[in-house]
């Protein structure tokens, strides 16, 4: 049988054009609908994000691509879809920690999409300040993998009624922007010095004759960068868009990939996926087994621990928020000298890992949930 006669690449652009005028389309008719939900939502006084609907709909979609489209690429594109979408129903308002162009503003960026309005804050405290007067998420880092948990995030949580409903994991990397996105000619590079030290060697191998700049940001590091057109810039290739720059490498960094996970806060309990990771904070006295006691206890429920880190405290005072295991915590009772950080498997509805939640609750002299969410496999994967 004599195959297909080979088609000319005029006509193979042309339907090409005829395709992405057909996807368009059907963008305008989702939009149309998805105005129409806003105005339900509006005269209901319904909440306009739903996280579980927005996962489901990217996890059926993505089971059902079987054809020449990259699978991985689903999730991707129906995230930015269903932003900008949502952004015609009331755009969603997303904190985090300054100045842009950080590896926070990316783990934002990469959850809720190019069309949420990103609102950089002074510092983790004035996030969940921002969430608690009315944006709709926060997003703040809690663990790098070179440098382990930030633990002095734990610190706000102790007077927080907020909650952790995701987490974002993504690879923390290290690229090199320049004018063209080529390296010819580029005589500095701008970079922060943490940065400029994990990038050492690519940074040889690429500029190998460029001096290397100080610069007290990413951020910074762009815009210095972008006024001269023989510097370039090391920061994360988010910060290529917001300076006008290109991505001429898209990592730079030395050794095995870094991966940052980061916790989204926000005011309503995240619903259970069957894939669930829950947070408790615990606060111990100087009562001898009590940390073996709570992570016994945890085992014999059957639940897996994924991650314990500790950070001492001088807090003595009560423990702000609710009084219920599913709501907030226990009350804290006087000389609590470390803070307790664990991650476990299970959503805290699940039976088993309630009950034991709620017997901790009573034993121990400060507990608190601080919320159930979808596990991220993200870069982990």
Same mark, same amino acid.
């Given at each position: 049988?004599?195959?297909? %006669?080979?088609?000319?690449?005029?006509?193979?652009?042309?339907?090409?054009?005829? $395709?992405?005028?057909?996807?368009?389309?059907?963008?305008?008719?989702?939009?149309?609908?998805?105005?129409?939900?806003?105005?339900? /939502?509006?005269?209901?006084?319904?909440?306009?994000?739903?996280?579980?609907?927005?996962?489901?709909?990217?996890?059926?979609?993505?089971?059902?691509?079987?054809?020449?489209?990259?699978?991985?690429?689903?999730? %991707? $594109?129906?995230?930015?879809?269903?932003? +900008?979408?949502?952004? #015609?129903?009331?755009?969603?308002?997303?904190?985090?920690?300054?100045?842009?162009?950080?590896?926070?503003? #990316?783990?934002?960026?990469?959850?809720?999409?190019?069309?949420?309005?990103?609102?950089?804050?002074?510092? #983790?405290?004035?996030?969940?300040?921002?969430?608690?007067?009315?944006?709709?998420? =926060?997003? $703040? *880092?809690?663990?790098?993998?070179?440098?382990?948990?930030? @633990?002095?995030?734990?610190?706000?949580?102790?007077?927080?009624?907020?909650?952790?409903? =995701?987490?974002?994991?993504?690879?923390?990397?290290?690229?090199?922007?320049?004018?063209?996105?080529? @390296?010819?000619?580029?005589?500095?590079?701008?970079?922060?010095?943490?940065? !400029? +030290?994990?990038?050492?060697?690519?940074?040889?191998?690429?500029?190998?004759?460029?001096?290397?700049?100080?610069?007290?940001?990413?951020?910074?590091?762009?815009?210095?960068?972008?006024?001269?057109?023989?510097?370039? !810039?090391?920061? *994360?290739?988010?910060? !290529?868009?917001?300076?006008?720059?290109?991505?001429?490498?898209?990592?730079?960094?030395?050794?095995?990939?870094?991966?940052?996970?980061?916790?989204?806060?926000?005011?309503?309990?995240?619903?259970? @996926?069957?894939?669930?990771?829950?947070?408790?904070?615990?606060?111990?006295?100087?009562?001898?087994?009590?940390?073996?006691?709570?992570?016994?206890?945890?085992?014999?429920?059957?639940?897996?621990?994924?991650?314990?880190?500790?950070?001492? @405290?001088?807090?003595?005072?009560?423990?702000?928020?609710?009084?219920?295991?599913?709501?907030?915590?226990? *009350? +804290?009772?006087?000389?609590?000298?470390?803070?307790?950080?664990?991650?476990?498997?299970?959503?805290?509805?699940?039976?088993?890992?309630?009950?034991? #939640?709620?017997?901790?609750?009573?034993?121990?002299?400060?507990? /608190? $949930?601080?919320?159930?969410?979808?596990?991220?496999?993200?870069?982990?994967?």
């Amino acid at each position: 049988m004599a195959s297909p %006669p080979e088609r000319d690449l005029a006509s193979l652009r042309a339907e090409i054009d005829s $395709v992405d005028d057909q996807i368009l389309a059907l963008l305008d008719r989702r939009a149309v609908v998805v105005q129409e939900v806003g105005r339900q /939502k509006r005269e209901r006084r319904q909440t306009f994000h739903v996280p579980q609907r927005e996962r489901a709909v990217i996890e059926r979609l993505t089971a059902a691509a079987r054809g020449a489209f990259p699978r991985e690429a689903v999730g %991707p $594109v129906f995230r930015e879809i269903m932003s +900008a979408c949502l952004s #015609l129903e009331s755009p969603l308002v997303v904190s985090f920690p300054g100045p842009e162009a950080t590896f926070s503003h #990316l783990a934002a960026k990469t959850r809720f999409g190019l069309s949420a309005r990103f609102a950089p804050a002074a510092g #983790l405290g004035e996030v969940f300040r921002a969430v608690g007067r009315g944006a709709d998420y =926060g997003v $703040v *880092p809690v663990e790098e993998a070179s440098e382990g948990l930030v @633990t002095h995030a734990l610190d706000y949580f102790l007077d927080s009624d907020l909650l952790i409903v =995701g987490e974002i994991v993504i690879e923390a990397a290290h690229a090199l922007l320049t004018h063209t996105g080529g @390296t010819a000619g580029v005589e500095r590079v701008f970079a922060h010095p943490v940065a !400029a +030290a994990r990038c050492a060697a690519g940074l040889v191998e690429a500029v190998g004759g460029a001096a290397v700049m100080t610069a007290p940001s990413a951020a910074a590091a762009a815009a210095l960068a972008r006024a001269d057109s023989k510097s370039a !810039a090391l920061a *994360p290739a988010v910060a !290529a868009d917001l300076f006008d720059l290109v991505v001429a490498r898209p990592r730079l960094d030395d050794g095995p990939v870094d991966v940052a996970r980061f916790l989204v806060l926000g005011r309503e309990p995240a619903a259970r @996926t069957g894939n669930d990771a829950t947070s408790i904070l615990v606060g111990l006295d100087d009562q001898p087994g009590r940390l073996a006691l709570a992570l016994e206890q945890l085992s014999a429920a059957g639940l897996n621990l994924r991650r314990i880190a500790s950070r001492p @405290t001088a807090r003595r005072g009560p423990l702000g928020g609710t009084a219920a295991v599913g709501d907030g915590g226990t *009350p +804290a009772r006087s000389g609590v000298r470390d803070l307790f950080f664990v991650d476990l498997d299970g959503h805290q509805d699940d039976p088993g890992c309630r009950d034991a #939640l709620a017997r901790l609750a009573t034993e121990l002299p400060l507990f /608190k $949930v601080l919320g159930s969410y979808p596990r991220d496999e993200g870069a982990r994967s």
